[in-house]
């Protein structure tokens, strides 16, 4: 199958809107952070404007949304619908914020956004869980692209608290840090179950093997890719700063953390489309 690009950076922009916005939830539910939570919702908004024009760039053309609308049972339904639930709900909790309405009005706001933002998450790997591509027809999709949405939406995060380290408690910082490196290892975790699914899978084919991953034609940008960009080099940033008990973010630091999980979000994506090129033999 050819690599669907338009869904590509239409899954990862939304994903890592989603987690930017996470991380602005839980600050405003925790009552830290203050001063990073307009650019961080703002920051969130903006990658989810940028996935929607993706998404669009797939449609061909903006008024095939309309064919959507008519089946919001479907598995594009349901997503195009939690889309437009949490990027309303970003919304409004950025006017709630910039009027000053009460901390309460806010966390409900953000709370609910939060849930809308994991199920979208969610929702953007499991629409692939399909019988007839034995490569995707697994739930560990829906888990990657939640743990791809929070690495990339915490990194993005990281450019503010570089830019505003002076207005962050120590704690919180090292906190974020820590969370980042809890997700880096849940999506090592989830990719390591994959790759041992798939040297499991029914429907053997040597398309739809690992060795095709470790030393065939995908081993560039899986090796590359996926576990040096995407994987090794931001959890080594994140283990060396957990370590050092670093305070503050660099601009450096958010710089190739935020290019090395961008890369890898880009190379999952992509090799996952490269695995599914056989359909189920049966069918």
């Given at each position: 199958?050819?690599?669907?690009?338009?869904?590509?950076?239409?899954?990862?922009?939304?994903?890592?809107?989603?987690?930017?916005?996470?991380?602005?939830?839980?600050?405003?539910?925790?009552?830290?952070?203050?001063?990073?939570?307009?650019?961080?919702?703002?920051?969130?908004?903006?990658?989810?404007?940028?996935?929607?024009?993706?998404?669009?760039?797939?449609?061909?053309?903006?008024?095939?949304?309309?064919?959507?609308?008519?089946?919001?049972?479907?598995?594009?339904?349901?997503?195009?619908?939690?889309?437009?639930?949490?990027?309303?709900?970003?919304?409004?909790?950025?006017?709630?914020?910039?009027?000053?309405?009460?901390?309460?009005?806010?966390?409900?706001?953000?709370?609910?956004?939060?849930?809308?933002?994991?199920?979208?998450?969610?929702?953007?790997?499991?629409?692939?869980?399909?019988?007839a591509?034995?490569?995707?027809?697994?739930?560990?999709?829906?888990?990657?692209?939640?743990?791809?949405?929070?690495?990339?939406?915490?990194?993005?995060?990281?450019?503010?608290?570089?830019?505003?380290?002076?207005?962050?408690?120590?704690a919180?910082?090292?906190?974020?840090?820590?969370?980042?490196?809890i997700?880096?290892?849940?999506?090592?975790?989830?990719?390591?179950?994959?790759?041992?699914?798939?040297?499991?899978?029914?429907?053997?084919?040597p398309?739809?093997?690992?060795?095709?991953?470790?030393?065939?034609?995908s081993?560039?940008?899986?090796?590359?890719?996926?576990?040096?960009?995407?994987?090794?080099?931001?959890?080594g940033?994140?283990?060396?700063?957990?370590?050092?008990?670093?305070?503050?973010?660099?601009?450096?630091?958010?710089?190739?953390?935020?290019?090395?999980?961008?890369?890898?979000?880009?190379?999952?994506?992509a090799?996952?489309?490269?695995?599914?090129?056989e359909?189920?033999?049966?069918?």
């Amino acid at each position: 199958m050819h690599i669907q690009w338009p869904l590509v950076f239409f899954t990862l922009f939304t994903g890592m809107g989603v987690g930017a916005f996470s991380c602005v939830a839980i600050t405003e539910w925790l009552g830290i952070a203050e001063s990073i939570r307009m650019p961080g919702a703002i920051t969130a908004l903006a990658f989810m404007a940028v996935g929607g024009v993706a998404s669009v760039f797939h449609l061909s053309h903006p008024f095939r949304t309309y064919n959507i609308l008519k089946h919001l049972a479907t598995g594009v339904g349901k997503e195009m619908l939690l889309i437009g639930l949490t990027g309303f709900l970003i919304l409004a909790y950025c006017i709630l914020l910039s009027m000053g309405f009460s901390d309460q009005a806010r966390k409900i706001v953000a709370a609910i956004g939060l849930v809308s933002g994991v199920v979208l998450a969610f929702e953007m790997g499991a629409i692939y869980v399909l019988p007839a591509r034995p490569a995707w027809n697994t739930w560990f999709w829906p888990f990657i692209y939640a743990a791809s949405a929070a690495v990339t939406g915490l990194f993005a995060m990281y450019f503010w608290a570089a830019a505003l380290k002076g207005h962050m408690e120590e704690a919180v910082v090292l906190s974020m840090n820590r969370a980042t490196l809890i997700a880096l290892i849940i999506q090592a975790a989830t990719i390591l179950a994959y790759m041992i699914f798939l040297g499991g899978a029914p429907y053997a084919d040597p398309l739809r093997k690992p060795a095709r991953l470790l030393t065939g034609d995908s081993a560039v940008p899986f090796w590359g890719g996926v576990v040096l960009a995407g994987l090794v080099i931001p959890l080594g940033l994140t283990v060396w700063l957990q370590a050092e008990q670093t305070a503050h973010f660099s601009l450096s630091i958010a710089v190739v953390g935020f290019i090395g999980v961008l890369v890898g979000g880009i190379s999952i994506r992509a090799l996952m489309y490269h695995l599914g090129t056989e359909i189920d033999p049966i069918l």
